[in-house]
């Protein structure tokens, strides 16, 4: 099974699709007059679905259980076709859409069942997918391939030397997964004029994303939040929420953190935990998505 505890929830929607095509139109006639021998097909076979939407993960082992919190089956009928249309909801870390084709492919296997003694030449087809929304692949990120980040470590024993950066390697990592260029990536100390300065230059270069990582804690030499919020146009506080809330599932200390995140300018700055999973989990929690900002800096519309 599929590690998901890096994912964000978000709502998923799946609709799947199947086909029961009958031999003779006396079927349709007898389904729907609710003469079926073994009794109502269309009512019977939408409770075999819903149980097979949720018994999901039961019978497909990779399947990771997750809410079902909303599911519905539809029928339509053309000719001698019915179209079963199957479709689930979640809030989940995972979609849902092969619930959705577990549904509807139940549901025409107890059509099949039901049916049988009546007509001997039932067929099932196109059983597919036909809408996923939700997740990575839906928030899709239309910026990053336009976009260059510049990433500033932040750390005196880093730049002295004492100690491997690993926390900006995984901040470049992430970049590089969402197709943003990286102009620089540089280590410096703790000291809250460099910090400003690289800030400031950084932005004046047309660098999109410039992320700090380290300093961000409650120590003395903890100055990054100091630093940087007197020259920020404008804080982004849901950011900020949403890379604590993200890191507080994981440990009970990323409420501590003082992570910053805002713009000067069009230039979208954060900063970061200095550990290598504080600065990882924190792009996980917020990319590639937050690069939807670069959208609206531009006054293009959410959707």
Do not use: W
């Not at 107890?110 to 990575?136: A, F, Q, T, V, W």
């Amino acid at each position: 099974m599929m590690d998901i505890t890096f994912k964000t929830q978000t709502l998923r929607t799946a609709t799947a699709q199947a086909i029961v095509r009958v031999s003779v139109p006396e079927t349709i006639n007898a389904i729907q007059n609710k003469t079926v021998p073994k009794g109502d097909v269309f009512a019977m076979s939408k409770a075999a679905g819903l149980l097979g939407i949720k018994r999901t993960p039961d019978l497909l082992p990779d399947c990771h259980p997750l809410p079902i919190e909303y599911a519905d089956i539809e029928y339509s009928i053309n000719g001698m076709e019915i179209t079963i249309l199957c479709t689930v909801k979640t809030i989940y870390k995972t979609g849902v859409e092969v619930e959705a084709m577990h549904g509807a492919s139940v549901v025409a296997l107890n059509m099949y069942d039901m049916l049988k003694p009546i007509d001997k030449g039932i067929e099932i087809h196109h059983l597919k997918l036909l809408l996923k929304k939700g997740g990575r692949s839906y928030f899709k990120n239309r910026h990053g391939k336009d976009l260059k980040a510049a990433v500033i470590v932040c750390s005196d024993s880093v730049s002295a030397g004492r100690k491997e950066d690993k926390a900006g390697k995984a901040v470049v990592k992430k970049l590089e997964e969402c197709d943003v260029a990286i102009l620089d990536y540089i280590i410096i100390p703790d000291e809250k004029e460099l910090i400003q300065e690289k800030a400031k230059a950084y932005q004046v270069q047309g660098i999109d994303v410039i992320i700090f990582t380290g300093g961000t804690g409650l120590s003395k030499r903890d100055l990054t939040p100091e630093a940087l919020i007197p020259i920020l146009d404008r804080r982004i506080p849901g950011i900020e929420e949403a890379i604590r809330n993200y890191g507080q599932d994981r440990t009970p200390y990323s409420m501590l953190s003082r992570s910053v995140a805002g713009t000067i300018k069009n230039s979208l700055v954060l900063a970061l935990p200095g550990s290598t999973n504080g600065a990882k989990e924190s792009m996980d929690s917020i990319f590639p998505s937050v690069l939807h900002i670069f959208g609206m800096l531009k006054g293009e519309s959410h959707d």
